[in-house]
């Protein structure tokens, strides 16, 4: 059974920092890239950030510089380090892992943690 669990979440002033953690288990198939989507009230999930198995990033132009998204490959987990966070970063966050085998995807989605950041 595929299990995603995500930490980290949690209530943090303007300016502060949280690490979001995203362990994944149960996935037989060769992991490709790992990610974090975030929803908040009224909007559309929106990809955060994306590292692929190979290292390399993407992220969305409103956290550059803000946001570090990391992978332990050994652990299967991946990790989004948030730094001078701002009210409008509220939002759900959930973790997304994307596996392959044999030409087939899988999509995996974490149940997602709360991000409240006060201004």
């Known amino acids: 059974q595929v299990q995603l669990v995500e930490s980290g979440g949690g209530l943090v002033q303007a300016g502060g920092s949280l690490r979001l953690s995203c362990a994944a288990s149960?996935?037989?198939?060769?992991?490709?890239?790992m990610g974090w989507y975030r929803q908040a009230p009224g909007k559309q999930r929106e990809l955060v950030a994306q590292i692929t198995s190979g290292g390399g990033t993407i992220y969305v132009l409103s956290v550059k510089g803000r946001f570090t998204i990391s992978r332990d490959n050994a652990k299967n987990t991946v990790y989004l380090q948030m730094n001078s966070l701002k009210a409008e970063d509220t939002a759900v966050y959930y973790c997304?892992?994307?596996?392959?085998?044999?030409?087939?995807?899988?999509?995996?989605w974490g149940q997602g943690t709360q991000v409240t950041v006060s201004s």
């Open positions: 149960g996935i037989i198939f060769r992991i490709n890239a």
């Open positions: 997304n892992v994307q596996s392959s085998f044999t030409g087939e995807e899988y999509d995996y």
